[in-house]
């Protein structure tokens, strides 16, 4: 189904009229049709798993709008760019049972058919990260990221819809043109291991975005898991030079506290916390406190909000939905002005609450969230997957009376002055 095709059904009930209907019409994803490794056959050149829908795994929720701020909201993104700072693209087989053997092959399709019904003009896309286990028991193999890596940019090449992003131009080209800048990115350094070079060479495979540590400690730093944390090694010293003069833009979403201290510090460069939340709403180790911060927000840095299922809980809202979110974008945009916030949602093409059963300790959920008590949900309400979040978030702004002059930044404008000042 084409991106256009789902404005019709939207808007096939209000009363617009024609430079409204032409306006919203033309909100078109230059999609046809491809899906992932269509150049080869099923079963024969890989084994084949059923995967999860793309666009009707739940029920859609959208929020309710009046016929203006339907509008309003095909407005903005008509003229704006929109960026997501972290996502998951791969789509995960439907039966989420089926995905250690499904990663083990090493060959995970992208959700094109998603990107195409969604808002956002450029992903920062986080590949397998710590579930790829190709040939290992942990993950995070130098082989099995350049595996990861090479196989989704081998699916990229067969098709011309996703355009693999390597600068700045390539996002604001892909807005022009109703594609999507794919920007490949990685969680966690461990592959580098003690290897400067290593990160060169992903640079050069087309990485733009690396995480100091994801949650456990590696040569570089500490994640937020230890109990203890010794901040940025004289190692990750060097690494923090070495993607400065490289380009590439480095996110302390999952380290110590002060490891992302020590490294806002040390970078010459703005960096990004892609995809948290606020300590002081929900106080566990995944989200970060007001110093943290104010920091990144200080160094020019921008913060994502995460929304991957039970994280970015809040007070207000003790059940994890849209509303919960927001309340922590609101806090944080409240804390560091809105020039510094942005978001992450953080979300997949298939069952994340399964994923996080049985991939617990991978994922270092237990070390995130800590002791505390919250009600467990099937999924996210409105931020399911990188469609529907693309479209809530906008449809949510608007209905809170922001102007089109903040949704912009918050969307993909203070992303994107930042990457004009991070890479080359």
Not at 147 to 163: K, S, T
Not at 282 to 293: F, G, I, Q
């Amino acid at each position: 189904m084409a991106y256009g095709t789902v404005y019709f059904t939207i808007f096939s009930s209000l009363q617009l009229n024609n430079s409204q209907a032409i306006l919203i019409m033309s909100l078109t994803k230059n999609y046809k049709g491809y899906t992932s490794f269509q150049y080869l056959e099923k079963n024969k050149d890989y084994p084949h798993f059923e995967l999860a829908d793309e666009l009707n795994r739940v029920p859609e929720y959208l929020v309710p709008l009046s016929d203006d701020q339907e509008v309003e909201v095909a407005q903005i993104i008509s003229n704006n760019i929109m960026i997501s700072m972290h996502e998951h693209l791969g789509v995960f087989p439907a039966n989420v049972h089926e995905t250690p053997e499904y990663l083990r092959n090493g060959r995970m399709a992208t959700g094109f058919e998603g990107l195409a019904n969604s808002h956002w003009d450029a992903v920062f896309d986080n590949l397998m990260n710590g579930l790829c286990r190709i040939h290992s028991k942990s993950g995070w193999k130098w082989t099995e990221v350049l595996h990861d890596l090479g196989m989704r940019l081998c699916d990229l090449a067969h098709q011309d819809f996703v355009i693999h992003c390597k600068g700045v131009e390539d996002i604001h080209k892909a807005h022009e043109q109703g594609k999507v800048a794919w920007i490949a990115t990685q969680e966690g350094a461990a592959m580098i291991e003690n290897e400067l070079d290593r990160l060169d060479i992903l640079y050069g495979f087309g990485l733009r975005s690396l995480g100091i540590t994801y949650s456990e400690s590696n040569a570089l730093g500490n994640g937020l898991k230890e109990k203890r944390d010794g901040g940025l090694t004289a190692f990750g010293r060097k690494a923090v030079e070495r993607m400065n003069k490289l380009g590439i833009l480095i996110d302390c979403s999952h380290t110590g506290d002060l490891t992302a201290m020590d490294t806002i510090e040390c970078s010459t460069q703005p960096i990004v916390l892609s995809h948290i939340g606020a300590k002081a709403l929900w106080n566990t180790n995944r989200m970060a406190p007001d110093e943290v911060l104010k920091a990144c927000a200080d160094k020019g840095g921008v913060i994502g909000i995460e929304a991957a299922p039970h994280t970015t809980i809040s007070p207000q809202h003790p059940r994890h939905g849209l509303e919960a979110v927001m309340d922590h974008f609101e806090y944080i945009k409240d804390l560091v002005g809105i020039d510094h916030v942005s978001f992450g949602p953080d979300t997949v093409y298939g069952d994340h609450v399964g994923l996080h059963h049985a991939y617990s300790s991978a994922l270092s959920l237990k070390a995130s969230k800590g002791d505390q008590d919250f009600e467990r949900v099937e999924y996210v309400k409105g931020l399911e997957n990188p469609t529907e979040g693309s479209k809530n978030i906008v449809r949510w702004l608007v209905k809170e009376g922001y102007s089109e002059e903040d949704i912009a930044k918050v969307i993909g404008g203070n992303v994107l002055r930042m990457l004009d000042e991070v890479w080359w």
